[in-house]
């Protein structure tokens, strides 16, 4: 796996202890992936820089998964990364494309549940000048907390046809009284309460660090009772064992302080997940935090960044405790690889959240503010230059250097 000359970030107390020269491991990923890898390490690098004046640096070290770790290893993720990535804590990647027949459902999939990363977390924010199909994308700053490890995300499920689905199906009919169709595929949806409470309990604490007043519990537990609508129970439980003295519910907001949020306290409330796609559409302004369960946070968080320019501006991260890997949100796009041609603004603005969570956060708004004027002054990837007027058409590495030039 190679070596890097610097420190290990180390987690005590529960914080991170980290030194100004971390060791950080990377995974450069498949398709388009090292082309965008190159483009944001150079804006991490120098972000860095020139926020600390060269006192710290990131001592990057390079471990394999998808098609390089095969090409080199004969396996698409070896034990030897996922041992780095736990011991390293803090951790970035490109996208990776699971093979057809690869003994993996999804090599994603796969590293969030080897490392218990058992937060999705996605924020969402308009930067101006992007094009965008929604009349005020500003108006979206909202940040998703999707459970990353249960739900029918977790892989539970057994073919039609098979003995194991005959087995599940003859169970439940014969002993639990259901009527399941003998030609069915059958999956299971797990929800755990302690699982819920981990993602509720991180999600209320971002909401107090970052200064969110309002978190939003989003489920369909109208329909599915013991899953989804136990989510929504266990998330206000944990609110109301956990953070009493600064969480006040939306009946106790009317109730009580006459519909008017006192600045000293955050608003939990719920949502039915098809009444919440329509909230972010027509009161995006009102929500700030969510709090998701699997499947649901997957289709609200792209539906989200369709309104603030897509998945090639979106960072995000998959956080356990004390493990973090921040990554590409997008796929590999293979038919571009190696054309250095795509937004590399995914993984750029996922370093930025990476240093944010290291606590560098002044090279971290460094990121975010030169990327914004990038886009403002029309210098963009052919994502967004197709959509703009009077645009200049950049390559991957092009655009990754405007946004170096424009660091301050």
């Not at 610097?6 to 529960?14: A, E, L, S, V, Y």
């Amino acid at each position: 796996m190679g070596s890097a000359n610097g420190t290990r970030i180390i987690f005590k107390d529960g914080k991170l202890i980290v030194p100004d020269d971390p060791i950080i491991p990377f995974i450069g990923g498949d398709g388009v992936g090292p082309d965008i890898w190159r483009a944001a390490k150079a804006v991490i690098d120098a972000a860095v820089g020139k926020a600390y004046q060269g006192l710290r640096q990131i001592k990057w070290l390079e471990v394999y998964a998808g098609s390089r770790a095969y090409s080199l290893f004969n396996t698409y993720l070896p034990e030897d990364t996922i041992d780095a990535l736990r011991y390293y804590i803090v951790s970035i990647k490109g996208p990776l494309t699971t093979p057809v027949g690869g003994g993996f459902r999804s090599l994603n999939v796969t590293l969030r549940q080897r490392l218990d990363l058992f937060a999705c977390i996605r924020p969402v924010r308009y930067y101006r000048g992007i094009p965008s199909p929604v009349k005020k994308p500003e108006l979206v700053d909202i940040t998703v907390f999707r459970e990353n490890t249960e739900d029918v995300y977790a892989g539970i499920e057994w073919p039609q046809g098979s003995d194991d689905v005959g087995k599940v199906i003859k169970f439940l009919n014969d002993e639990m009284g259901t009527n399941i169709k003998v030609d069915s595929g059958i999956g299971i949806k797990p929800i755990s309460k302690s699982s819920t409470k981990r993602l509720v309990r991180m999600a209320m604490e971002y909401a107090i660090k970052n200064s969110k007043n309002t978190l939003t519990l989003v489920h369909k537990g109208n329909i599915m009772k013991f899953t989804e609508g136990a989510f929504r129970d266990w998330g206000y439980e944990l609110v109301k064992d956990e953070f009493r003295d600064i969480a006040i519910t939306e009946h106790e907001l009317i109730e009580k302080f006459d519909s008017k949020l006192p600045e000293d306290k955050i608003l939990v409330n719920d949502r039915i997940a098809d009444s919440m796609f329509q909230q972010i559409l027509l009161r995006p302004s009102e929500y700030k935090v969510l709090a998701v369960p699997n499947l649901i946070g997957d289709f609200i968080s792209d539906a989200l960044v369709a309104q603030v320019g897509g998945l090639g501006i979106a960072p995000g991260a998959n956080i356990g405790i004390p493990t973090a890997v921040f990554e590409a949100t997008h796929g590999t796009a293979p038919k571009y690889a190696g054309q250095d041609k795509v937004n590399p603004g995914s993984l750029i603005l996922s370093g930025a959240m990476m240093l944010d969570y290291i606590g560098w956060d002044r090279a971290a708004d460094m990121i975010r503010h030169g990327l914004e004027k990038a886009i403002m002054d029309k210098l963009v990837t052919y994502d967004l230059e197709r959509q703009m007027e009077s645009a200049t058409l950049l390559s991957c590495s092009e655009f990754g250097q405007a946004i170096v030039d424009r660091l301050e």
